[in-house]
């Protein structure tokens, strides 16, 4: 599935292009540091473990004690993994792929 077009600029690209250079995980942390305010950093790593629970079959309750996520959050987080362009669910497998190693 190729990008939403709503979302593809030149300067989207650019992004993209730039997270792709990140090196490691420290360099993943300077960069989100500076373009990122904390709390949308904990905003993304918190949708990424909802989505991660939410394939892993928890209860919206489970999710909302484990990560503090709003349950409107937790519905939007399911569409996305239901109907969205399947980057979670790449994300996710890749992840876990790297876990068993």
Do not use: W
């Amino acid at each position: 599935m190729s990008a939403n077009p709503k979302l593809k600029d030149e300067l989207t690209d650019q992004l993209c292009k730039a997270v792709l250079l990140l090196k490691d995980t420290e360099e993943c942390y300077q960069f989100f540091e500076d373009i990122c305010t904390i709390s949308e950093i904990k905003a993304l790593a918190q949708r990424l473990e909802v989505a991660r629970m939410l394939r892993d079959g928890h209860t919206y309750d489970d999710i909302v004690d484990r990560t503090g996520a709003s349950t409107a959050t937790i519905s939007r987080v399911k569409r996305c993994l239901n109907y969205g362009a399947d980057g979670y669910k790449s994300i996710l497998e890749r992840l876990d792929e790297r876990k068993k190693k």
